[in-house]
């Protein structure tokens, strides 16, 4: 049934001004993360941003690092890269769940970011997943950091009034008195 299933992608934005990413790489299986890092700097160059690289001890620390570059470095955005597979044990799905959540409360608070760590079953479905000539999911994560940044630029100028104002119209409070301030009123 999923070989009938289309699958359709956003053409990747272009860009005026440079766009410059981090890409947070959680090293576990460096064969899988190799293959998503290729992909993933593929897709970025492609759309003419600069790329930095940083690795961290595993994929729960990815969200911490993005955070913290999101507070102390000048990145448009983010792409995080990793592999979770499955064990014994349920660390997998706290592994999966936490940077997950972690990534999309990130998210939630204007960062943008492409998620590519992959989860999965076994070492053979990683590696279809990161080739990047296959489904290439290390790219998918650099379109998607893209497709936000392209969309807060968009909308980085858009203003919307405070309070009771209408738009071109400055809000003004008066407690008391005239509005010189005079206290008179």
Known sequence: MAALTE???LPVPGF????RLLIVVAPYYRAIVD???????TMAEGAGAAVDLVEVPGALEIPTA????????QYDGHVALGCVIRGETTHY???????????TLLGLQGLCIGNGILTVENMEQAAVRADPSGQNKG???????????ALQRRWAGAKR????????ERDVIR???????????
Do not use: W
């Open 139 to 149: 790219g998918g994560a650099a379109a998607a950091a893209l497709h936000l940044i």
């Open 35 to 41: 293959d998503l890092i290729a992909g993933a700097k």
């Open 93 to 103: 799905d706290t592994v999966c769940n936490d940077s997950s959540r972690g990534l």
């Open 16 to 19: 005026d001004a440079p766009v």
């Open 66 to 73: 993005i955070g913290m570059a999101g507070r102390l470095a």
């Open 7 to 9: 699958h359709y992608t």
């Open 175 to 185: 407690l008391a008195g005239e509005l010189d301030g005079s206290g008179q009123g």
């Open 161 to 168: 009034p405070m309070g009771f104002g209408r738009e071109g």
